[in-house]
Structures are given as C-alpha cells and as structure tokens.
C-alpha cells in the first residue's frame, strides 16, 4: 500500500510517500518539503505548490492520500494557508480518483507514538526509527508528511487497506454511492464513516 502524506501549508508543505507492507512494515518512497514565497499573490503560490505535488503524484502513484485535518488556531492567516492547501491537495487527488483521509494531530501522534499528546520532537523520532532512517526528517513539515503517511495505513491496513485501490476504480466507474462495491470495500467505506461519527462525537464533547 502506497500512501502519499501531505502536511499542508502554504509557506511550507510536507510531502511524504511510504510504502507499508501487511505486516505494518513501512519503507521510506520519498519526502519532500514543497514551498512558495511569500512576497507571491496567493494564487501563484497556490500554483507553485499545486505543480509540486501533481509531478509528485504523478511520478510515484501513492494509492491513498492522507491530509492533516485542519483545526481552528488563533492565527487566521495560518488557517487560511493550510485550509487552501488542503483543497489544492483534495482537488488533485480527486481528479485521479484517489481516495482522501484527514486525521486529527492527535491521531497521528497516537498511531505513531501511542501517545495522543506526544510532541513534535518524539513523533520525528519514532517516523525515523519506523522507517529505518538515521535521522529524522527535517524540517519538522516532512517529519509531519511521513507521520500522517504511516498513520494512514495503519489505520487502514488488513483487508480495508488492500481494498482502498478497488475502491478508488469503483469511484472512477461511477459507483462512488457505494453500489457495486466488494464486502471488503464496504467494509473500509463504513469504518471510515464510523471513525469520522466517532471523531465528531469527541469533538462535541470537548
């Protein structure tokens, strides 16, 4: 399974693609840290950054993508540069019929770390020690990509996981309301919409 991480940003986007094989085994495929400047209008930088993630698409064929999920901050321009980043990423994914996943920082920390608060720092590390890598990717963006790459499988993994591609060809066939899906498929689509139900719940609460 192929998963393409994105921790989106508009001055700064993570890139991450890794490949998990079924025993959770994951391996480095590429990472990269997407920019644009600042002193570019919004729409050339949206471009900048949209050109690098088709050739990255293009080039390497993730099966899946993986998006942080955007949460409200103080700062409102950060918010907007992430938020407009995301849609690129969604817009470009969806144009390939490739299935899109958002998760939650702390859903990423968990699956990593097993720890839904760990910090930045101990989350690169464990991205490092999992893929086998001698170091931890740096800038913290690339660190971040990977995380939510590997998360994403994990989350995903078993027979979900291997249905994700099935499931991507049954939406380009126009069977995107769940007719002429696989068990397995249906399966994967109704954990993703119970884990969704479950993370709206929590978030209700808090």
Not at 103 to 132: C, F, N, W
Not at 150 to 155: F, L, N, V
């Amino acid at each position: 399974m192929r998963v393409l991480g994105i921790d989106p940003g508009l001055t700064r986007c993570g890139v991450g693609v890794v490949d998990v094989a079924p025993d959770r085994t994951a391996t480095l495929v590429d990472v990269v840290v997407l920019r644009s400047p600042a002193e570019l209008a919004t729409p050339g930088r949206l471009a900048r950054i949209a050109d690098g993630l088709e050739a990255i698409v293009e080039e390497l064929r993730p099966q899946a993508v993986a998006l942080e999920r955007v949460f409200a901050r103080s700062d409102v321009s950060t918010i907007m540069g992430t938020a407009q980043i995301s849609g690129v990423a969604m817009l470009i994914a969806e144009r390939r019929a490739l299935p899109v996943a958002l998760h939650t920082p702390s859903e990423v920390k968990a699956a990593i770390t097993g720890y839904g608060r760990a910090d930045k720092k101990q989350v690169g590390a464990m991205v490092a020690r999992i893929l086998g890598l001698e170091a931890v990717p740096k800038p913290a963006d690339a660190a971040d990509a990977l995380a939510l790459a590997i998360c994403h499988a994990w989350r995903t993994g078993g027979v979900a996981g291997a249905a994700i591609a099935d499931a991507a060809g049954a939406r380009a066939s126009g069977a995107g309301d769940g007719s002429g899906l696989t068990p397995a498929q249906r399966a994967w689509r109704a954990a993703e919409r119970a884990a969704a139900v479950s993370g709206a719940a929590r978030r209700v609460k808090e």
